[in-house]
């Protein structure tokens, strides 16, 4: 049950913050970075990236009906690296001498639990 809402929670963030990013790519990466997005090659690159985050989601949101199998197990091994890779990206970001956006190590925060949270259900036997 607790691997179901895990892949639900992440399912709900990563479609969320996808269509934030596909939709609004400027304004989200300010929130993050403390500086808009100013080059139209920029903008491509935050909404395939936001293409990327929604189909990680979509991804989770199915795998949700059918957690005993190998696929979803590798998806959650797949979200671990995923998130200690943000972890890493955006934390680096948030120690250089420059501003920061507000929501930078909000986010820092949430995906190093959300990291955690996927190390502990593959270490247990919460993928029943």
Not at 1 to 23: D, N, Q, S, Y
Not at 59 to 66: E, I, M, Y
């Given at each position: 049950?607790?691997?179901?809402?895990?892949?639900?929670?992440?399912?709900?963030?990563?479609?969320?913050?996808?269509?934030?990013?596909?939709?609004?790519?400027?304004?989200m990466v300010k929130l993050l970075l403390g500086s808009p997005?100013?080059?139209?090659?920029?903008?491509?690159?935050?909404?395939?990236?936001g293409v990327s985050l929604f189909v990680l989601g979509f991804?989770?949101?199915?795998?949700?009906?059918?957690v005993q199998s190998r696929a979803a197990r590798g998806l959650v091994v797949a979200m671990v690296l995923y998130n200690f890779g943000v972890v890493v990206i955006?934390?680096?970001a948030g120690v250089w001498p420059q501003p920061v956006g507000v929501a930078l190590w909000p986010a820092v925060v949430l995906h190093a639990a959300m990291a955690g949270w996927c190390i502990a259900c593959l270490r247990s036997k919460c993928m029943m």
């Open positions: 049950m607790r691997m179901k809402i895990l892949l639900f929670v992440t399912a709900v963030i990563e479609i969320g913050a996808g269509l934030a990013l596909v939709a609004l790519p400027s304004l997005l100013d080059m139209p090659a920029a903008l491509i690159v935050a909404r395939l990236a991804s989770c949101w199915l795998a949700r009906l059918d955006l934390g680096a």
